[in-house]
């Protein structure tokens, strides 16, 4: 879980998730999961956090049922698609959640 002082304090990157959010033509539930994940599992280093909020949207996408492909988050988060692979399980693990099997 996270605190209020969370949100606040990653305004930045909550917007950052929005704005990429609206490039996947994503809804709210899929939006709404994504910044869940990211301040559940906010990353210490701000280098990190851009990271986080690509991976994020590819696992509340996917966890809406809105799935987009990993080059595609990849791409209109600004990272790597390896980045967004490497990463999303573990936020989804982190968060109590259990992924996909497929």
Not at 21 to 35: I, P, T
Not at 65 to 82: I, K
Request: aromatic share 6%.
């Amino acid at each position: 879980m996270y605190r209020a002082r969370d949100q606040v304090e990653n305004e930045e990157w909550l917007a950052a998730i929005d704005e990429t959010a609206e490039r996947l033509d994503l809804g709210g539930e899929a939006k709404s999961r994504a910044v869940d994940l990211f301040l559940s599992t906010l990353p210490d280093a701000d280098r990190s956090k851009r990271a986080t909020a690509a991976a994020s949207l590819y696992a509340g996408a996917l966890i809406a049922g809105q799935r987009r492909s990993q080059s595609e988050v990849a791409e209109a988060a600004g990272v790597s698609r390896l980045t967004v692979q490497k990463r999303w399980k573990a936020l989804v693990d982190q968060a109590g959640l259990e992924p996909p099997s497929w």
